[in-house]
Structure formats: C-alpha cells, structure tokens
C-alpha cells in the first residue's frame, strides 16, 4: 500500500533556530501534500496545501513566512518552521493524495515532534 | 507498509441504523488508539480514542472496541444520522508517531 514518510520523527532545537520537515511518499508520486499540525483535544489543523511546482496555499492564521513549504518535486514535501519559538512545540503530520486531482484518499505520514526549547 | 489498515474504503448504512468501521494494526507496541472524522476540505477532528488497557471506550453514539489478540479495533455508531456522513480514520499512537489508516467513507442515507 502507499506509504508517507516523514523525517525527522522528532527535533528538538533551540529557540531562534530553523527546523526543516521532510514528507516523502515513497511508492506514489503526490501532486498534492497537506501540512498538519495537532492541537489539544488532539484534532488536526490544517496548515497549508502543498503543490507540486507552485506556491503553497496557506489556511487562515498560518504565517506563510514562518511556515515554509517547498513541494519541489512529486514525492517531497518540505515544511522549515523559521525562527522556532516554545509556542511553535506542536507535532506536524503530513499527508499526500494519492490517484487523480480530485481524488480524497490520504496518506498520512507518521508525524514529527517538535520541541523548542 | 501501512502498519495501520482500514479495509474498507467506503460503507452506506441507512439512517437509524448501526455503523461499523474497522480497523486492523499491526505493531503490538502501540498503546493508544484514535479515530478522527473528516469532512471535505477540513482537517481531521478527533471523534474518541481508547487506551490498550482497556477493550471498550464509549461517548454517546459513539463506541470504539480494542481486540488487542486480534489487533483490531472498531467503531460503531448507533443510531446513525446523515451528519455521519464523512471519512473516518483511525490511528495508533507508537513512542514518537501517530500512525494513520487510509480511511473509510461513511455515508448515511436518510
């Protein structure tokens, strides 16, 4: 079955630093990827939708500066939280479509834990 | 491998009636267990999980059953309503990761 990696499973960094996320599907090629990241109560907040070769498109109240997507080729997906605050410490799933551009069938990744300190 | 698997990709059910999901793992390390809804353009909402330590987590219609021999777990929802309609993931939650199934869609005929 399709399978979504992500890279590093967890980090932990200092405040100020960048931290850069790797999503990988590793046997499919996803035009389409989405960023996560849970909140408490556990549900999972749409961040941005990532699209191979252009701009990513970034939810209400996500700061694109902060948050930088790069879907540079159809299996990888890449998320840098700049300059990390302790606000930022959440776990970040990502997910990728799989099939045609309408298609809802996601693969989720298995998320990375980030703590900043 | 998906180490977490939902067989079925999609399942209709009448209103009034009972709604079964399924669930299958394979990591017996897992200790913890999630099912989220998800509705079109919108990121999964948590719906109610279950600890490996116990076989039965219940919340109104909703009720979600471990089979830690079996590796599986399920979720049934009764009565259902057409605001069930969505697709339904479940989760197990390892040491850092939380490992999502491929979902079911649910849809509820009136």
């Known amino acids: 079955g399709a399978v979504v990696s992500q890279h590093p499973s967890w980090v932990i960094c200092k405040s100020g630093t960048s931290v850069k996320i790797e999503c990988r599907s590793l046997?499919?090629?996803?035009?389409?990827m989405f960023w996560y990241r849970q909140f408490p109560k556990q549900s999972l907040m749409l961040m941005a939708t990532?699209?191979?070769?252009?701009?990513?498109?970034?939810e209400q109240g996500v700061e694109k500066d902060k948050f930088l997507i790069n879907h540079a080729s159809l299996t990888l997906s890449t998320l840098t939280v700049t300059s990390a605050h302790p606000e930022d410490s959440s776990f970040y799933i990502c997910?990728?479509?799989?099939?045609?551009?309408?298609?809802?069938?996601?693969?989720f990744g298995p998320g990375t834990r980030l703590t900043v300190l | 491998d998906q180490q977490v698997k939902q067989n079925s990709p999609s399942l209709s059910v009448q209103e009034g009636r009972i709604s079964i999901l399924n669930c299958d793992y394979t990591?017996?390390?897992?200790?913890?267990f999630l099912w989220y809804k998800k509705y079109p353009a919108e990121g999964p909402t948590f719906l109610i999980s279950?600890?490996?330590?116990?076989d039965k987590n219940e919340d109104g219609r909703f009720t979600v059953f471990l089979n830690k021999s079996a590796k599986h777990l399920s979720l049934h929802i009764v009565p259902s309503q057409p605001g069930d309609s969505a697709v339904y993931f479940c989760?197990?939650?390892?040491?850092?990761?939380?490992?999502f199934g491929t979902g079911t869609r649910l849809t509820v005929i009136p």
């Open positions: 046997d499919f090629q996803a035009t389409t």
């Open positions: 989760a197990a939650k390892g040491a850092n990761n939380l490992f």
């Open positions: 997910s990728a479509l799989s099939g045609t551009s309408g298609s809802d069938e996601q693969f």
């Open positions: 990532s699209n191979e070769g252009s701009k990513a498109t970034y």
């Open positions: 279950i600890s490996s330590i116990k």
């Open positions: 990591n017996s390390m897992f200790d913890y």
